[in-house]
């Protein structure tokens, strides 16, 4: 990444959380009554049958879940990547390969939620078991907000079943305050993450490397969040 434009990158995500500093609860609060919400506790934002269930984490969010359940790092949170099985194909190595390294390290900017391998959140209960959230009091912000978010200084909605119920002027103004911090969250671990950001000499020419990892059974990875850059082996048979 070029510095200048790194540079310009975080004033930008500067500029924007001193906006977000003025964010009045109220008005996203009467957005909210207005547009109504409850939770069905259905569960399929959690599913992969029903789109997108991808739960971006940040680090703090990682430990406090590790605390909580006990887990290991690796157990509770992956690099934001296509499957093993899609990167065993050269295709989808060509469409990386500005985010991969002469050493055939796989470059990516985050941390989501790990999932069975059907998909599904790994902390989602099966219907059966009751379908309940397994690390619910520690679960991340994207998820006590689910559906709400806000962009660019506007409140917006995800697609839900719980959309359009009655929700209270306490409720709302609750979740109003909700996902004001965590878009200012958001924004400073993004500005975190490009100052602590380290370049790297990407390419083509990086694909084979990455390709004699794969045949060799493992995906390395070089994982870019707020604390640095860290380095993590996925194992494949």
């Keep these: ?48 049958e029903h789109g997108d269930n991808s739960v971006i984490v940040s680090p703090a969010e990682i430990e406090n879940i590790c605390l909580y359940t006990g887990l290991e790092h690796m157990s509770v949170a992956q690099p934001p990547h296509e499957s093993s099985r899609d990167l065993r194909e050269r295709r989808t190595l060509e469409e990386l390969s500005d985010m991969i390294d002469i050493q055939g390290n796989i470059h990516t900017f985050g941390w989501e939620l790990a999932r069975k391998k059907n998909g599904d959140c790994i902390f989602i209960q099966d219907i059966a078991a009751g379908n309940k959230c397994t690390t619910y009091p520690a679960r991340p912000t994207l998820c006590s907000t689910y559906p709400f978010y806000i962009e660019e200084g506007e409140l917006r909605v995800s697609e839900c079943e719980g959309l359009g119920k009655e ?71």
């Design 1 to 48: 990444m070029d510095s200048r434009f790194k540079r310009a990158l975080i004033e930008r995500l500067t500029g924007e959380l001193e906006a977000a500093r003025s964010i009045d609860a109220g008005e996203i609060a009467a957005e909210i009554k207005n547009i109504g919400f409850s939770c069905l506790m259905c569960g399929r934002c959690c599913r992969s």
């Design 167 to 237: 929700i209270g002027p306490d409720e709302s103004l609750e979740l109003a305050r909700k996902v004001i911090a965590r878009y200012r969250e958001e924004l400073k671990e993004t500005i975190l993450l490009y100052e602590n950001y380290e370049s790297f000499i990407s390419g083509p020419e990086n694909i084979n490397k990455a390709i004699e990892n794969i045949r060799e059974g493992i995906i390395n990875y070089i994982v870019h969040d707020s604390t640095g850059s860290h380095r993590t082996t996925r194992r494949i048979s």
